[in-house]
């Protein structure tokens, strides 16, 4: 029997109301010769119910039923399964636009073992925005050119999600690469990470492939989470390791420093959400632990960031006033909720 070119998996966690969708863009495609892994992660409407209708009038698909296990758990246990010379993710509220499979494969050769391709961003209630990794298209045969490149892909995250990537199976499964189940943020970055670190062959495709569905107040990035800095502080520190063994960290170094400014921010915007019980008090005695890092206040002292957003960020935590800080905190979450 012939194997699969493309393995894609999708966990599946009570997305009754999205699932079809997803599986539907799937079968559209022009290129049939794929796998679909459904994992369903402990789903407790229909989702398994719908994914299990599809598996049987389709033999490209298997369902795979696990207790829950969180999204890097599912997404490992399809890993486990593929058969597919490549795999890719798509999450079970998101689909593919029309010929996204031909277009990778247009570009894919007998070495290839990343590809990063673009992908819309469609909000709720206001127009989509497309996210693209390059202006044109882009292929890397030699490690150092793509280390050099990566950065700007660590600086605009669009390294960190995993279903804007086709990975060489092969890799994946000869470096042990999984996702981290004990992590609830980051896992993906992590996990591109350790797939990014030995690449040669990539091909960076100027096209958005990919629908991502981002809803207000849904899933986990809408949570606050007590130890989002320290997640995201240790994310920063393999980052750094990262570049280190690329030996290009001591150039890259503001980059590194523009990241944890804004992360800085943004756990302190997180102070906003809904599920955040902090009193004010308690939130003025956190903003005032964190400025008084040395780490923090060594970033703060060595730069005078060029761009716009990071300068203004810059300034508001150089003034160490804990109210004024939350204040624009504030200002900052309601744009952000607003967008």
């Not at 495609?29 to 892994?37: A, G, I, K, R, Y």
């Not at 049987?56 to 795979?64: G, H, N, S």
């Not at 997404?75 to 998101?94: C, M, P, Q, S, W």
């Not at 003025?284 to 060594?298: A, F, G």
Request: proline share 2%; aromatic share 12%; hydrophobic share 40%.
């Amino acid at each position: 029997m012939e194997l699969p070119l493309i393995s894609i998996i999708i966990p599946v966690y009570n997305a009754e109301k999205t699932i079809k969708r997803a599986i539907r863009s799937i079968r559209k495609q022009s290129v049939q010769n794929f796998e679909l892994l459904l994992v369903n992660d402990g789903s407790s409407d229909n989702s398994l119910e719908i994914m299990r209708y599809f598996e049987e009038r389709d033999t490209r698909i298997r369902v795979y039923d696990i207790p829950n296990s969180g999204v890097s758990g599912a997404r490992n246990v399809g890993i486990e399964h593929v058969r597919g010379k490549y795999t890719t993710f798509l999450d079970a509220d998101d689909y593919y636009v029309e010929n996204a499979l031909e277009s990778v494969i247009s570009c894919m050769n007998d070495q290839t073992e990343l590809i990063i391709f673009g992908y819309n961003i469609e909000y709720e209630n206001s127009a989509s925005k497309c996210i693209l990794p390059s202006n044109k298209d882009l292929q890397f045969f030699r490690k150092k050119a793509f280390r050099n490149y990566a950065v700007s892909l660590i600086e605009n995250e669009m390294i960190n999600a995993p279903w804007n990537k086709i990975y060489l199976t092969s890799y994946l499964k000869t470096n042990e690469i999984l996702f981290a189940p004990e992590l609830d943020i980051g896992e993906d970055l992590k996990f591109n990470l350790s797939f990014v670190r030995d690449v040669q062959y990539v091909n960076i495709l100027s096209k958005s492939l990919v629908n991502y569905s981002q809803k207000k107040g849904e899933g986990l990035v809408s949570r606050f989470r007590p130890n989002r800095f320290e997640l995201r502080f240790a994310l920063l520190e393999e980052i750094k390791e990262l570049l280190s063994y690329w030996e290009n960290l001591l150039e890259n170094q503001v980059m590194i420093d523009r990241l944890l400014i804004k992360d800085i921010m943004a756990f302190f915007m997180d102070f906003y959400k809904k599920n955040c019980d902090y009193s004010y008090d308690e939130k003025l005695h956190i903003i005032n632990e964190v400025l008084q890092k040395k780490d923090i206040r060594d970033v703060l002292v060595r730069n005078e960031f060029e761009d716009i957003t990071t300068k203004l960020l810059e300034r508001i935590l150089k003034t160490y006033n804990s109210k004024f800080i939350l204040f624009a905190a504030k200002i900052l979450n309601l744009k952000r909720v607003l967008r």
